[in-house]
């Protein structure tokens, strides 16, 4: 039962914070660029706490299980502003709309008339029929539309997400993906700053009945080259090892005031070559930075390579929906906070790069959106573009169930 709770825990705490940052990717750049965002919500479903703080809405929402940002423009809005429609105005202190819509919704109106027309791209301002005439109103800055699905901020066509150049669109929206490296590249920085970092090519421990301990290298000793090629860092000694399974080496040992030269033959584990040895640790904060960078890096790497070999048909596809992820967490929850942490690295890094792929309904696609409408010099019309988005988010729901059924099946 306790074992429950924590993995229930654990992956509601990992989902949020990896879709969070994800959003607040798209959010952070889309106020730097100037795009109107109605709100960052955490979770889906009603809310449970919101405030305002400028021109935004902060959410906490009942379902913590990922989050949104809501940006103006993003894609067709219809606020169902028809013309002949009954209207009410509220104006504020300069003489422009702060508040507009059905007469019932908007308290204190300074004018109730006829829609003849609202806003549009390239007049932000509504006209309204009444007895005296037609009336033209500028909207405020502030502005709120309240229809039938409640109030709704509003925003010029300068500042929606439309409104914008293409580079800060696409900025926008690659934002989201880029946060998740980010995000993983802390954890790994974390992780380094607890376990430790090679301190350089120096032997702490030598595993039992290993090439090394066969070939006599012992704990303490300083491996200052590979064949010849003097190596630097632990890094640099694991890949040289790595890329000779099954073949001698010759390691050049300084072991006090000893040079010795030791021969050794790299086993094959997992496809790479290892002898055995394990690195002395030092606890450096900014050192476990740059390799929590360089983790990311290599691993992203990795990735798309099996991408690649799965899309060759080279390597077989291991897939896990959400089923599987949770039983992956809690298998990792079990194992200490060290291993969850690799976990959610990795996790993150595999959503950086699964939004990336120009697959509808993703972040890829959309940036496909923006490249053709570099080209062509116009954009995509937003119907169609919306249709596509669709179809592909229901395909994904439809591979999402399939791959959460074989999840079930794989658990039990």
């Known amino acids: 039962m306790i074992g429950g709770v924590q993995t229930a825990v654990a992956a509601i705490v990992i989902f949020l914070l990896l879709v969070v940052f994800h959003e607040f990717g798209h959010f952070y750049v889309a106020k730097r660029v100037g795009i109107f965002v109605r709100e960052f919500a955490v979770g889906f479903g009603p809310k449970l706490f919101s405030r305002r703080w400028g021109e935004t809405v902060y959410s906490v929402r009942a379902l913590p299980l990922g989050g949104f940002v809501n940006m103006a423009g993003e894609g067709p809005e219809d606020y ?46 509504l006209r309204i029929e009444g007895e005296d005439g037609t009336r033209r109103y500028a909207l405020g800055p502030g502005a709120v539309l309240h229809a039938e699905g409640g109030a709704i901020p509003l925003a010029p066509y300068d500042r929606q997400f439309m409104g914008k150049p293409v580079w800060a669109r696409a900025a926008t929206i690659f934002a989201g993906p880029l946060m998740n490296f980010v995000l993983a590249a802390v954890i790994f920085a974390v992780y380094f700053t607890i376990a430790g970092v090679p301190s350089g090519p120096d032997v702490a421990k030598v595993l039992p009945d290993s090439p090394a301990i066969r070939a006599g290298i012992q704990p303490g000793d300083h491996i200052a080259a590979v064949n010849g090629e003097p190596v630097n860092s632990w890094d640099q000694l694991v890949k040289t090892v790595q890329s000779r399974p099954d073949q001698r080496v010759v390691l050049d040992v300084v072991r006090g005031n000893q040079h ?23 606890h450096n904060p900014l050192a476990s930075i740059g390799l929590g960078i360089k983790q990311t890096w290599d691993i992203s790497v990795q990735i798309v390579q099996a991408f690649g ?57 959309r940036l496909v959106f923006l490249l053709v409408e570099a080209v062509r010099g116009r954009p995509v019309d937003p119907q169609k573009e919306s249709m596509v988005h669709l179809v592909g988010f229901a395909l994904l729901m439809v591979i999402v169930v399939l791959v959460t059924y074989k999840d079930v099946t794989r658990l039990f």
């Not at 080279?314 to 992820?325: D, F, H, R, Y």
């Not at 200490?336 to 890829?364: E, F, Q, V």
């Open 80 to 125: 169902g502003l028809e013309s002949g429609k009954a209207i009410a105005v509220r104006l504020d202190g300069a003489g422009q709309v702060e508040a507009f819509g059905d007469p019932r919704a908007v308290g204190q109106a300074d004018f109730v008339g006829r829609l003849v027309s609202g806003p549009s791209r390239d007049d932000y301002s």
């Open 260 to 282: 010795l030269q030791v021969t050794v033959t790299p086993e094959i584990r997992g496809g790479v070559g290892v002898i055995g040895i394990s690195p002395v640790l030092v």
């Open 309 to 365: 070999r799965m899309i060759t048909g080279t390597l077989a596809p291991e897939v896990a929906g959400p089923v599987g992820i949770v039983a992956m967490i809690g298998e990792q929850t079990r194992e200490g906070l060290m291993n969850l942490l690799t976990l959610t690295a990795l996790l993150s890094i595999n959503l950086g790069i699964i939004n990336l792929l120009p697959i509808p309904a993703l972040d890829g696609s």
